[in-house]
């Protein structure tokens, strides 16, 4: 059985982290790098594939993985003897290192395959950094500078002892390369004596190593390294022909068959498993040939291992046969028909799968092999294993070892392995023999589900509460006992409780835990002050105020009486935050209960009336005024308390009470048109408001009346205006609009404006404010004229301020605005005025158009002229004669006369016509006067 507890668990999950950085140790330095303080090397791997760093060692899992560091090298110094300028920095060929991602000193630059001085006799470099050169350091004639090419210039002539440098690189390698526990690398150098382009050799040999910390992989590699082999020959038509046959043989240490390659990278894969007889191409003994052997998935990953054929064996007179293991009974015919060295031939007897026997191969004749060979084939009878029978199991019970046969000597593997006990049902394990000819056999275990351990019951308990019984039977029919057999209330916090099932049941052992839940204890609470705050007789208070003051983390119920309490019949909720008392004092209950439901004891609230504020209880006044005047009702707050208190005003006893409708503007109160007291509620903290009424008594406004409101007043005139009142010890005063103060019933007004006048009562009240305005009468405007040959018609406005009068001498004057009998080419000035004082006043002439006229010189006659005319300018006259010819035809400027000439020449006697056209002014209209002329001319 199994124990499982039932727990709220908390973890805390740690989080680690492996360092990147890998321990660089053992720097030597050799030749012209051995010059200055030491350098600095650090290394950190960037990608492993099938490795990782773990406290700074590099530790490799999978040899067929590859391995990506940064390496950076601080403080490299390079010396320069004779002038032997740093030329390049490699690792040497062959260490099957690839670089990437270079930082490196201006003018130096990466070459990711062998290099050198491909114009001299100079040494080749491997993978590395070689000095590109710059102008005029070419030291192969034709090349260009920069060029990429490093083996054509010069070194770095600044690099010195003095001259610390700094590279930076990626340098990946396949993971076999570890195989020890501390791996190596070397970097060289190079000078431009070692390239050709000095004269002078480097005889150095200059190099910088270092070392880091490993861990080789625990699976090697190769189990059996690939050797080279011989070659069997294989021999045909007599002798006359050959084939070549090499054994490759080696064995992976990671269990993968190992893969025969044609070359070192890419090329055709020409066989699989060990050992492989290679047919080697060609009818030529393949001595000396390479072939690669590689134990990386599909040939591809770190590099292949070249396996040299060895020599040709020559032909043999008998025939070769690879030893032929034991076989099982019952399985195929192992003999081959072909030797391994190409013969072919009989074997007898025929081959019995069930008995050990001698078989005899006779070469088939004309071949280099005659001798028969005898080959023996070892019959292993089969053997098939017993086992001891597994009982069914429980899910999740500790799981026994699989079996080993009954039979002695027998050894294998189970598939699966171990019986895992985690899911039921019946599963199949196969053991297989590690003996040859042992039969696979296949067993059933079963496992039996586990029954769930369930037990409908609380968790959780309040203290002292009543708990249930634990069950000794299951619902499912588990049966079993508990320990701790009772469930105790009177212990506070978690207690196990755990259920062990009879051996019978395939069930764990189960532990509950059970808190008990200590009861809640209340706050006691001081006697609470309730105030009647709006005076209806009813005490209104939110219990839920309390709750804060009782404990927090509860639900609180409330109860009217002690019987409610033991009906458990609480105050509804809704009527919790405005509980209402009739009568004080009086006692209510409240019990609080926890989320877990716990109870506790009901505790005891006492209600009693509140003092009220201290105060004068009035009333004050009455603040008399007057129906424009404002009150300020602070004035007796002073009288009414001095605790301190705040004071709200309001119109109404009502509102008062309620708290509502209060007066803002307290200071300049405006109060109701018959209001007669307003009421204050007086408040202090701790304390019940109270209210004080004061009293209003508002006076009369008296009336106000003028004889008159308007009058037009002549310049130099006056007039009286008196003011009337009901009340009659009234006074008045008057405001003149020059500012000039009045007083007294009635005043004789002799300048224009507008004037005011206000009436006071006894008590100082004032009445409306009555206004006369006085003005100038309006100038009349002479607006038109209609104007005939002996009459015109006035027309005139003063915006209808009464009649005017009309003159045309401005001494007589009429009511009439029509005037006949007047003489044509004289001038008159016609008068109009207003109120008998203002005046506005037009000349004008009457047109005088005689219409004969005799220009013969005699003194008589002798021109025709228009009188009148010149207070008309701009007026236009034509004359012409019957057939429309015109003689005439100009502007009048001031008055007018026609001698009866044309051009110079009198116009012949007869009829003539004129048009006389007179524009408007403004103020005559406009005017057409059509005639005719006789002229006579003797």
Known sequence: MRRIKFYILFFLIAQFSYGQSITVFDIVRTGNFNCGTAPNITAEIIQGEGSAVIDGELVVTDPCGFTTLRVTMNNLRYDQPGANWAHGFFFPTGENITIANVSLPAGWIYQDSCTGAYC?????????????????????????????????????????????????????????????????????????????????????TNRVSYSISTVASEIPLYEVPPINPEVITECFDGGDSFNYIAVLESVCGTGDDVTWWDAPEGGNQIGTGSPFLYDTPGSTCPEGMIVYASCCPDGEGCERSPVIIGECLPPSEVPIFIPILPQCAGGENPLPSTSNDGSTGTWSPEYDPFNTTTYTFTPDPGQCATVPVEVTVEIIPIVTPTFDEIE???????????????????TGTWSPAVIDTTQPGTFEFTFQGNEDCVEEVTIQVEILPELPVEVDMPLSYCQFSEAVELPTELDN???????????????????????????????AETTFTIEIIPQPILNPLDVQLLCDDNFDGIYEFDLTDLN?????????????????????????????????????????????????????????????????????????????YCPEDTVDLTQYEGDIT??????????????????????????????????????????????????????????????????????????????????????????FEWTLQDGTLLTGATQEISQ???????????????????????????????????????????????????????????????????FTNLIPGETYTVWVRSWGCMIDRYTFTILSLPNFFSPNNDGKNDIWEIKGIETTPDATIKIFDRYGKIFVDTNFQGNYFWSGKYLGNPVP?????????????GILVERKFVGHITVRNY
């Open 642 to 731: 001095n605790t301190g208190a705040t004071f709200s005003y309001h119109p109404t006893m009502n509102d008062a009470q309620t708290g509502s409708n209060e007066i803002q503007n307290i200071t300049e109160y405006t109060p109701g048109e018959n209001q007669t007291s307003v009421f204050v509620r007086v408040e202090l903290a701790d304390f019940c408001p109270v209210i004080v009424e004061i009293q209003l008594l508002k006076h009369p406004t008296p009336s106000l009346e003028l004889s008159l409101t308007e009058y037009s007043l002549c310049p130099g005139d006056s007039f009286e205006v008196t003011a009337e009142s009901d009340d009659p010890a009234a006074t």
């Open 909 to 921: 006697s007869g009829d003539y016509w004129y048009i006389i056209h007179v524009p408007a002014d």
């Open 477 to 507: 029919g588990i049966t079993g006992h508990w320990l701790p057999a009772e469930i105790d209330t009177s212990i506070l916090g978690m207690q196990d409780y755990t259920f062990y099932p009879d051996e019978e049941h395939c069930a």
């Open 120 to 204: 001299s006799a100079g040494d080749t470099g491997g993978v590395g950094f070689y000095y590109d050169g710059t102008s005029g350091q070419s030291c192969c004639p034709g090349n260009s500078n920069n060029d990429g090419v490093p083996g054509n210039n010069y070194g770095q002539s600044s690099m010195s002892c003095s001259t610390p440098f700094t590279i930076a690189f990626d340098m990946t390698f396949c993971n076999s390369k570890i195989e020890t526990e501390v791996t190596s690398f070397v970097l060289e150098g190079s000078s431009d004596g070692n390239t050709g382009c000095w004269s002078t050799p480097d005889v150095n």
């Open 548 to 624: 804060p003051l009782l404990g927090a983390g509860m639900t609180y119920f409330y109860y009217a009486s002690i019987e409610d309490v033991t009906n458990n019949n609480p105050i509804p909720a809704n009527q919790t935050t405005n509980y209402t008392f009739t009568s004080l004092p009086t006692t209510i209950y409240v019990i609080g209960e926890t989320p877990e439901g716990c109870r506790s004891i009901e505790l005891p609230i006492e209600f009693e009336e509140n003092q009220a504020v201290d105060h004068v209880p009035g009333p004050f006044g009455p603040i008399e």
């Open 392 to 410: 069914p199991i429980c899910q999740f019970a500790t799981a026994p070892e699989l079996p080993i046969p009954n039979e002695p000597g027998i």
């Open 752 to 818: 224009t404006g507008t004037h005011t006048v206000v009436a006071y009562s006894a008590e100082g009240c004032i009445s409306e404010t009555r206004t006369i305005t006085v003005t100038l009468p309006s100038e009349p405007v002479i607006t038109n004229i209609e104007m005939g040959r002996d009459y015109i018609i006035v027309g005139a406005t003063n915006n209808g301020e009464g009649p005017m009068e009309y003159s045309l001498d401005g001494t007589l004057w009429q009511n009439s605005n029509h």
